[in-house]
């Protein structure tokens, strides 16, 4: 098994807030650029979708009210875990946030992709960190999203 986190960051929001974007899967279309949505579906549980020509799915194994969300694979090539740690921060109105996954990756795999992984888990990190600060994340291009997509309506 493979162990991959995040750095930690603060969001600026407060634990339940971010904590309700992540709970409910429907939500995670929303954040989708309008090409990729096709193809995916998603309940309040789970979500599938193909992303080059593999079927993956992922569905929440166990909801922590706001401290903790574990999804899981659901038909996907491979078995993960993903854990979202909603800790409080000093300000009430912030969020320690990190990111852990736990992959069943072998040892070329792990090799090729483990620097690839927690790269892009600091990326999504940072990313909501940008957007919870009303900023576009970095490399983003906002006309992939649907019109009137506003990062600063994140921002408290």
Not at 30 to 40: I, M, S, T, W
Not at 126 to 135: K, N, P, W, Y
């Amino acid at each position: 098994m493979a162990d991959f986190k995040s750095k930690r960051a603060v969001v600026s929001r407060a634990p339940y807030e971010l904590y309700m974007v992540f709970v409910d899967m429907r939500n995670f279309v929303q954040f989708l650029p309008e090409d990729k949505k096709a193809g995916v579906n998603a309940d309040y549980d789970s979500i599938q979708a193909e992303v080059q020509g593999f079927n993956i799915g992922v569905r929440v194994k166990d909801r922590t009210p706001y401290s903790k969300i574990e999804y899981m694979d659901d038909g996907a090539p491979f078995k993960f875990r993903i854990i979202l740690h909603f800790d409080a921060a000093s300000d009430p109105y912030k969020t320690d946030f990190q990111i852990e996954v736990e992959a069943e990756l072998n040892f070329m795999m792990k090799t090729f992709l483990g620097g690839k992984i927690k790269d892009a888990l600091d990326k999504v990190v940072d990313s909501l960190v940008a957007m919870s600060e009303g900023r576009m994340p970095e490399g983003v291009d906002p006309s992939m999203y649907p019109e009137g997509f506003d990062p600063s309506s994140f921002k408290s």
